[in-house]
């Protein structure tokens, strides 16, 4: 079996799978259930600085998307940091890491962007015996009003002076937590790597609308007729969160840098994917939040599995699929599929061919019987055809050989050439 | 009094009352909502959908089921009724597995097809209770006559009042409804549905339904071309094939139509009477509800005796396996060939046939039943045709749309020629008609 202990940034875990800092996380009891279930950290939810907690709303706290059979794809959430006093998170974030010394126990900070709150609550955790800090700058709601959260992730420079602060006063492991709601995600976390941090971890949430309640014309989840955006995680985030995550992984300024994945894992295979491209880690919440804390078995399991059938060690996956990410202008332009329907998979139903005829290239024909077959002189292998079909492994794409003939260019395939040389480029470098 | 269930003989109350309940509730109940959009979600929104081609009334079935899964089930019914005004009927009486669900491209994926039969339901279930949604036309000042007030009867009359032309309905039994209010079994349409569609149907306007009206009796079709500017035949087959087997006159040898129409129109199923042992004779929908009503009313032993095999009985693999786990035993090749019994039947004696070349032969094996009751459901045929009027293998002889041999005279369902003889079919040809009838006014007018 392969050994699936991680140790992510001298942070040592049993396994790679850890929860996010969020309502899973808020107290002993969860934490301590979520061990027993056998998660491999936890990074605690979000502490404030000391003083009166801050207030959560007393209405609904999340919007849900659904897929069909009201499957959760997605959650938007207001809530809040902890709205718990901080001596008792404190107290039991020591007690339960007294208990689980083998987990990883990381806390998730938040407060006022000054140096004496930061060197403040630094030392009450390192007192806790926690094994490092993540810093929120990344929840996109409520407290971004305030000047914390994504309202310093959304500056490079604050993220820079505040993780200075953090590696100047505490001898913890310092992960810095990145907002999606930005233009560049290197940005920030350039600046991360410039204070000092020893990781970053991505995604925080995604400003959102769940949707709009048509009777009340107010955004959904509601409190009293009235709507603000909340945070989007989940399923539905994941494709986002991944390049985010492969951008930092790929980027010259920031190759290296260790990176805790965040975004939609549900599955080992989100996870295996996640570390493909570059994350030590992963951290969930929503697939938590939606089938409770037992789906971490699952990926134990999942991740064992595929390890083994590809006699991979977890350190051989983690960066793996990085150097296969480029720039569009880098893709071999001479690589020419075509679509293959298998007759004897295909149901019938039509749906490639109303893709196609309506939406794409009128590559596919149909003929009498409902038989449908490409039409290899229109298929410019956009793949749409696959994408809808319903039977998996009915239509495929086929790669042209070496020398064969496209019939839709009438061109020969030939070796790999990209946009930069291509003739139609102004910009085109002269072939060698 | 409570009978036995083992009394021999006819006799009624063979069950408790709650038996009766339980027995005669609906058979398949509606799709809650969550039921339905899950339901809803496995349609593939096949393009140019075999489903459709499949359904006689072509419902756009994709499309309604979309608008289900989008949360207007009221949008759903509308495209239901825009084709199959009995949609609510045809949603509990389909052969759905012979039709629309039996084309699903998701037989080919996994076997199981789109429940579409119960999501039609759904969505026109929601739809009945509400005003009718369909506006007449302006008034043309045509009459048109409508025999019978069956299936094809009530589409015909519907689409030609939505035309704007004034209808009456002229049918022989003393409600409407046809074969949908006496032909079928009572599980399928619980709650007296049949009545309250049709209810819903007239409430377009436009339409006078005359009860008591008989062709050749109180009605002839001369007086009826010379009254009205067009006249529609849909009053179904009257008559009931005899099985030929002697004997067949002695008591409790009776018409399985007879024997559903009466239980339907019961309003007290504990006072019908029911055989201990049943035997129905024939192979179709009939005979199946029959047989199995039968059960229902606590016959003991229920026996369907079909003269071919299996692969060619008239009932659908679905209601044949209904019959079988009703605890109904059916018997493939074989046909009566005498009734036995001292004034009631008492055994039924059935000779065994080949299905060859040259018809049924028998192989010379005989076997007999123990019957106190027999149905026959071997098939019906039209009775009091017209004179005057074509027919083509004792049906009226149809061709474009339902038109006869007679000008101005149009007939549909099942007393006329073409497709099966099924709820669906006859609401298809009664429209077809309708609209072919519609056009010959307009071009007259």
Redesign the interface.
Known sequence: MADLSSNFVGIKSPNPFWLASAPPTDKEYNVRRAFQAGWGGVVWKTLGAEGPPVVNVNGPRYGVIHG???RVLGINNIELITDRPLEVNLREIKAVKRDYPDRALVISLMVPCDEDSWRTILKQIEDTGADGVELNFGCPHGMSERGMGSAVGQVPEYIEMVTRWVKQYSRMPCIVKLTPNITDVRKPAEAAKRGGADAVSLINTINSITSVDLDLFAPEPTIDGKGAHGGYCGPAVKPIALNMVAEIARSVETRGLPISGIGGVTTWRDAAEFMALGAGNVQVCTAAMTYGFKVVQEMITGLHDYLDSHDMALSDLIGRAVPNVTDWNQLNLNYVTKAVIDQDLC?????C??ACEDTSHQAIA?KPG?VFEVIEEECVACNLCLDVC??ENCITMRELAPGELDKRTGLRRSDYANWTTHPNNPMAKAAE | MIQAKLTPGVVPGRLTPEDYVRNFADVAPPLDP?EA??AA?RC???????CITACPTAIDIPLFIRQIATGTPDAAAMTIFHANILGGMCARVCPTENLCEGAC??M??EGKPVEIGALQRYATDGMLDAPHPFKRGAPTGNRVAVVGAGPAGLSAAHRLAAKGHDVVIFEAREKPGGLNEYGIASYKTVDGFAQAEVDWLMGIGGIELREGQRLGQQITLDALRGKFDAVFLGMGLGGVNALRAAGEDRDHVTDAVSFIRDLRQSTDLSTLPIGRDVVVIGGGMTAVDAAVQARLLGAETVTIVYRRGQDRMGASLHEQAHATSSGVRIIHNAAPVAVHGNGAVAEIEFAYLTDGPHGLTPTGERFRLKADQVFRAIGQRLDGAPEDIALDGGKIAVSDAGRTSLDGVWAGGDCATGGDDLTVTAVAQGRDAAEDIHRRLDAKN
């Open positions: 069909a059979d009201r149901i019938k139903c039509g749906r061919y109303a149909m409902r319903p039977v | 969550h959009r899950v979600d593939y929104f096949c393009h140019d959908a075999p491209v998701r080919d994926a």
